[in-house]
């Protein structure tokens, strides 16, 4: 069982910046894929980067140029730095750990942080 917590969320103007932390109180070097996930009000929930075990990392076209993923396996932590933000990255951000054990997948979420951006 893995637990995470997000934080760093909050209300920034355009064009600000935030860091998300997203710290698991287990192991995180051993999963599979980790990753953010985004919801905005009344749309689907959407992956927003995806990190594998094999050292790939995956951006949506959103996100590509202005949010960095990065991750401290001491500290059982995965950090999103969000950029050049906008109002419709305006959403609730979600941590993802995704282990795959015994001919299994065990998915864990967060309960997210909230991120909102003024224009």
């Known amino acids: 069982q893995v637990q995470l917590v997000e934080s760093g969320g909050g209300l920034v103007q355009a064009g600000g910046s935030l860091r998300l932390s997203c710290e698991a109180s287990?192991?995180?070097?051993?999963?599979?894929?980790i990753g953010w996930s985004r919801q905005a009000p009344g749309k689907q929930r959407e992956v927003v980067v995806t990190?594998?075990?094999?050292?790939?990392?995956h951006y949506t076209d959103s996100a590509k140029g202005r949010f960095t993923f990065s991750r401290d396996n001491a500290k059982n932590t995965m950090y999103l730095q969000m950029n050049s933000l906008k109002p419709e990255d305006t959403a609730v951000y979600y941590c993802?750990?995704?282990?795959?054990?015994?001919?299994?997948?065990?998915?864990?979420w967060g309960q997210g942080t909230q991120v909102t951006v003024s224009s």
């Open positions: 990190a594998t075990s094999a050292g790939d990392t």
């Open positions: 993802r750990v995704r282990i795959f054990r015994g001919l299994q997948w065990y998915d864990y």
């Open positions: 287990g192991s995180i070097s051993g999963a599979n894929v």
